[in-house]
């Protein structure tokens, strides 16, 4: 890391044992077989155009209401994940809260096989429930990372749960193009078991996180009369009374309510992009399944060693900055691609050059959701690490919320093509907000808190 980022002056925290690493990054490689499968590529695509179905109107109604379901999910972990983090913190149960949102996303995934075409209400509430889950479960999870090694090594670490993700998802693309097929209503018989493979996946790869994963955490006395949902919105209120003590901590989470808005557009919309807006072929939409997960590991395993050197602060801003050239090359694809027809007389189709814009947009997905989790990590007292986390979902899942929304009723109006360009705004924003953060001062509020707490205690 540079001088000018600098590191907290306290004695760093031993790393932790590689299977403990390994068991924890699991999750990662486990739960992106959901986010994948369900959110991103098959079932977002299959809700939208044969469960819903509205040709006539260039599939406008079903998306919408493809983001309606999802930002109804966002909202419940913005209401409960702050709070669950106090729990979680104050009762030592953070492997416990992540196992249940473990199962819950399992099952809830594997029931989506009973929703047919014309079922929206089922197909609604099933996403609501199992984004809910998985969602909340990514804040659990990236709870732990602070106690996993010393902040000089929490970039490398993130990043190779991040990387081992996307691993995952190439997995999971593999058996799903080899026996699944295509989401289209002639293919729906087979195509329908997604959900199950996605549920199975996680369910089996999840199994070393909580074979290996340690809860560190001392459970405190409860005080009498005083319930652990009373004592966590009484841990929100106090550090909500004392944010001005993590000034960049509350700075970058605002920062992160643009970039994560943003992300999540392109999470849940860039393969129906694909499909409705460039008219790619079903072996073109196989490629890119590989691009993007090959790409965003390489991401997100490159970046999470730059950032122990250069700064996850500066690393951060520039994956936004690679956003927002992705973006500008996702919307300018079909012109670019009849201006370069027109002037070379050649006969490139967009779905080709759209394979290359592919590449972008994975790198900067995996670096800069790696880069998020490792500031917020170091900006977290050990004591607050589940709660911060939990403000750390909120802010990404309220991004998602609105973010989602936005683009929903946006391209309801002008389409698709021309609605992807807020995603590019929202980067600009993100970054603006981002610069004042010092990442060095950020560290040192956190290490100021856990030196008080070790003194009162």
């Not at 079903?62 to 209401?79: C, I, P, Q, R």
């Not at 106090?86 to 594997?110: E, G, N």
């Not at 790619?280 to 395993?301: C, K, S």
Request: charged share 15%.
């Amino acid at each position: 890391m540079s001088v000018a980022e600098g590191e907290a002056t306290t004695q760093e925290k031993a790393r932790a044992p590689k299977r403990e690493i390994f068991g924890w990054a699991m999750f990662d490689f486990a739960n992106q077989a959901y986010t994948l499968l369900i959110i991103t590529v098959v079932f977002g695509d299959l809700f939208t155009t044969v469960i819903v179905g509205d040709r006539g109107d260039d599939y406008r109604l079903g998306n919408l209401l493809w983001s309606l379901a999802l930002a109804v999910s966002y909202f419940m972990v913005v209401v409960t994940g702050p709070v669950c983090g106090a729990v979680m913190d104050y009762s030592a149960s953070k492997k416990r809260f992540l196992f249940a949102s473990y199962i819950a996303t399992v099952v809830a995934t594997a029931l989506l096989v009973f929703v047919e075409p014309g079922d929206i209400l089922l197909g609604l509430v099933l996403i609501i429930a199992s984004n809910f889950a998985y969602s909340i479960g990514e804040n659990f999870i990236a709870a732990f990372l602070p106690n996993l090694g010393p902040s000089r090594d929490l970039g490398k670490i993130s990043g190779f749960g991040w990387a081992l993700g996307y691993i995952g998802g190439l997995f999971a693309a593999a058996f799903t193009l080899a026996f699944l097929g295509e989401a289209t209503a002639e293919n729906f018989d087979r195509i329908r078991w997604v959900g199950p493979f996605a549920a199975g996946f996680f369910l089996l790869a999840a199994i070393p996180t909580f074979m290996f994963l340690r809860e560190r955490g001392v459970a405190r006395p409860r005080p009498a009369g005083a319930g652990y949902v009373a004592l966590g919105f009484r841990r929100i209120r106090d550090t909500v009374r004392d944010i001005a003590r993590f000034r960049d901590l509350a700075l970058f989470l605002t920062s992160l309510l643009f970039s994560m808005g943003g992300i999540y557009i392109i999470i849940t919309f860039a393969f129906i992009y694909g499909a409705q807006v460039i008219g790619w072929d079903e072996h073109i939409r196989n490629i890119m399944f590989i691009i993007v997960q090959i790409t965003a590991a390489i991401g997100a395993l490159g970046f999470g060693y730059l950032q122990d050197r250069l700064g996850a602060k500066r690393t951060y801003i520039g994956t936004l900055t690679l956003w927002v050239l992705a973006i500008l090359a996702i919307w300018g694809t079909p012109e670019v691609t009849e201006f370069i027809n027109h002037t070379f007389a050649v006969e490139w189709e967009a779905q080709h050059l759209f394979l290359v814009v592919g590449c972008l947009a994975g790198v900067s997905l995996g670096s800069s959701q790696s880069a998020s989790r490792t500031l917020v990590g170091l900006f977290s007292p050990e004591d607050k690490a589940a709660e911060f986390f939990g403000f750390w979902g909120l802010a990404n899942k309220l991004a998602g919320m609105f973010g989602i929304v936005a683009l929903g009723l946006l391209q309801s109006v002008v389409g698709l093509q021309g609605s992807i360009l807020l995603c590019a705004f929202l980067f600009l924003v993100a970054i603006a907000i981002c610069l004042p953060v010092n990442q060095a001062r950020g560290q040192q509020a956190a290490a100021r808190w856990d030196a008080g707490q070790r003194v009162d205690g």
